[in-house]
T-cell receptor, first 116, second 111 residues
Framework: GAVVSQHPSRVICKSGTSVKIECRSLDFQATTMFWYRQFPKKSLMLMATSNEGSKATYEQGVEKDKFLINHASLTLSTLTVTSAHPEDSSFYIC????????????FGPGTRLTVT | GENVGLHLPTLSVQEGDNSIINCAYSNSASDYFIWYKQESGKGPQFIIDIRSNMDKRQGQRVTVLLNKTVKHLSLQIAATQPGDSAVYFCAEIPTGNQFYFGTGTSLTVIP
């Protein structure tokens, strides 16, 4: 199997606070994890690519100081939205790949962030 | 990013009919394509994939067709069921593991 979990599934935070989202590969070691953002009725937008033990690679236009990514182990990556604002409200989805199958991304269930 | 887009943003079909969802891609060098299904409030689920050296691949009730000449990809769902209602994305993988997703088509199955 290849199960990816995310926690929390939903979070509401106040403007100006920070929130951390966890992405875990439950039954495999993930060499690479990806973070996506999705707006309602829109496609997935890649935010960053994260490799264990190294700095994440951010896509153009994504603020690395705003969206902190830590890939501390082969089964865990975290996304921290710092000083959140209402415009950061979105659906955040992570995915992970196995070392021997880099073309296949296994997606987590997503985290709904609402900033009030 | 790569331009991977869908022709139809919404599609409604009668239960039992066949569904065809289309996707256009822009990079002729892309080697790998995947169709994903995303139900409301959930992450994308893998449906079927196809490599560039193939024209057609069949799964259970689903078939993916690849036309490299016109850079077109389609997903055919046979005997569409209410549980097939979801948003369907195509993804293009030009190199390595970088994915580029299309805009998505929302499929609604009418009972």
């Amino acid at each position: 199997g290849a199960v990816v979990s995310q926690h929390p599934s939903r979070v509401i935070c106040k403007s100006g606070t920070s929130v951390k989202i966890e992405c875990r590969s439950l039954d495999f070691q993930a060499t690479t994890m990806f973070w996506y953002r999705q707006f309602p009725k829109k496609s997935l937008m890649l935010m960053a690519t994260s490799n264990e033990g190294s700095k994440a690679t951010y896509e153009q236009g994504v603020e690395k100081d705003k969206f902190l990514i830590n890939h501390a182990s082969l089964t865990l990556s975290t996304l921290t939205v710092t000083s959140a604002h209402p415009e950061d409200s979105s659906f955040y989805i992570c995915s992970a790949t196995k070392p021997d199958r880099p073309y296949e991304q296994y997606f987590g269930p997503g985290t709904r962030l609402t900033v009030t | 990013g790569e331009n991977v887009g869908l022709h139809l943003p919404t599609l409604s079909v009668q239960e039992g009919d066949n569904s065809i969802i289309n996707c256009a891609y822009s990079n002729s060098a892309s080697d790998y394509f995947i169709w994903y299904k995303q139900e409301s409030g959930k992450g994308p689920q893998f449906i079927i994939d196809i490599r560039s050296n193939m024209d057609k691949r069949q799964g259970q009730r689903v078939t993916v067709l690849l036309n490299k000449t016109v850079k077109h990809l389609s997903l055919q769902i046979a005997a569409t069921q209410p549980g097939d209602s979801a948003v369907y994305f195509c993804a293009e993988i030009p190199t390595g593991n970088q994915f580029y997703f299309g805009t998505g088509t929302s499929l609604t199955v009418i009972p």
